[in-house]
C-alpha cells in the first residue's frame, strides 16, 4: 500500500442489504421486483449464506413463476447449496408440482445432489415424477 491509500474490507452495507432484499423477493415469489434487479444487475445466481440461490429459494417456497423468470434470465437449475442440496430435491421434498415442472423444462437433472430428487421422489412415492 501507498502512503495516503486505504484498504477497505467492508462490504458496503447498502450492498450486503440489497442482496438481503433479493433473497427476500425470491421466498416471497415476488417476481417483477426481483427480475427487475436482475436485469438491473443483480447476479441470477446470488446465493445467501448457506449457499441457496435466489432460484432455490424461490422453488423451497413454492413460487414457480419465478423460477421460470430466473431460469430464462440465466439462472442455474442444478446448482447445489452447500449441503449438496438441488432445488429440484427441494420443491420434490415440498411437495411442490408445479415448481418441479417449471425446473425440469430449465433442465434441471434429477440426478444431482444428496439426495438426489428422483431419490426424494422415491422416498415419497412420487417415482412418477420422473417417469
Known amino acids: 500500500m501507498t502512503e495516503g491509500t486505504q484498504r477497505n474490507d467492508q ?3 447498502r450492498v450486503v442489504q440489497l442482496a438481503q432484499d433479493c433473497l427476500d423477493l425470491a421466498r416471497e415469489g415476488r417476481t417483477e421486483e ?8 443483480v447476479p441470477v445466481d ?3 449464506a448457506n449457499g441457496n440461490t435466489v432460484l432455490m429459494l424461490a422453488a423451497y417456497h413454492g413460487h414457480a413463476g419465478t423460477v421460470r423468470a430466473l431460469a430464462q434470465r440465466g439462472a442455474d437449475p442444478n446448482r447445489l447449496n452447500d449441503r449438496g ?3 429440484l430435491a427441494g420443491a420434490v421434498f415440498k411437495a411442490e408440482d408445479t415448481v418441479v415442472a417449471a425446473l425440469l423444462e430449465a433442465g434441471a ?3 444431482l445432489g444428496q439426495p438426489s430428487a428422483r431419490v426424494t421422489a422415491e422416498m ?3 417415482g412418477d415424477l420422473f417417469g
Open 109 to 111: 437433472d434429477p440426478d
Open 11 to 13: 462490504v458496503d452495507p
Open 46 to 48: 446470488l446465493t445467501d
Open 124 to 126: 415419497f412415492h412420487r
Open 85 to 87: 442440496q438441488s432445488p
Open 34 to 41: 426481483l427480475a427487475a434487479y436482475v436485469d438491473a444487475g
